[in-house]
């Protein structure tokens, strides 16, 4: 069985065992939590689409850790006129490993 869910602005396919890096969620590590924005859940040929959430589907999860990605550079320059600009970022990041998929 697996299930789309929204979180942090993104849809994510997730089915359980699986582990996941999502948006940063404010928890603990360790902690259980229930994400209840499920937009569709299916298992084999069957597909349960919601309009636009699933009525009752939650998804159980369990924070593994809190992180952050790899540094993206960016880099401006406008050629010919002595400029650049050089920024970094590092977005943070919450892993999940997927416990049940409750329909």
Known sequence: MYALIKTGG???KVAA???IKVEQIAADVGQE???DQVLAVGAGADLKVGTPLVAGATV???VVA???HDKVR???MRRR???QKRQGHRQAF???QISAVNA
């Open 81 to 83: 006129k002595h400029y």
């Open 60 to 62: 159980v999860a369990t």
């Open 94 to 96: 919450t892993e999940l």
């Open 17 to 19: 065992g699986e582990k």
């Open 66 to 68: 809190q992180g952050r």
């Open 33 to 35: 939590i229930t994400i």
């Open 74 to 76: 960016i880099f401006k």
């Open 10 to 12: 993104k849809q994510y």
